[in-house]
């Protein structure tokens, strides 16, 4: 069985920043890991982080749907398993835009969990690379 996390965020910017903050490699380092992402379908990349002696620090993903400034979906494979993260936005009207991420591909609730917490942490963060 396969579990889905799907998180909604608000935020008060341009669509179109909350885009860049998606889709720009250097500022995904400044919120996610230094990557060599590029938002163009078939792109293959990989999130880098220090390894621990429980993981070697690698994300891998291809890039499979780019709809800009609205839709951005990719590959995330580590630990042996394979999800797909889609961030989906949203302009609300009166400089507030909704962007939901929605993580598909879990194979047990720990991975679910584990998740839903490392993207917290990381969500403080893009908060502040919209800021800048």
């Given at each position: 069985m396969s579990l889905t996390l799907s998180l909604d965020f608000q935020y008060t910017t341009s669509i179109e920043k909350a885009w860049s903050a998606?889709?720009?490699?250097?500022?995904?380092?400044k919120w996610v890991m230094e990557n060599d992402f590029k938002p163009v379908v078939g792109h293959r990349f990989q999130f880098r982080t220090q390894p621990s002696e429980y993981w070697d620090g690698i994300i891998d993903g291809e890039v499979l749907i780019v709809d800009a400034p609205n839709r951005v979906s990719y590959t995330w494979a580590s630990g042996g398993e394979k999800h797909t993260v889609t961030w989906t936005l949203q302009d609300l009207g009166d400089g507030k835009v909704n962007l939901h991420l929605e993580q598909t591909g879990f194979a047990n609730a720990q991975?679910?969990?584990?998740a839903r917490y490392g993207w917290g942490n990381w969500f403080r963060e893009f908060e502040k690379v919209l800021e800048q």
């Open positions: 998606l889709t720009d490699s250097n500022k995904l380092a991975g679910l969990e584990g």
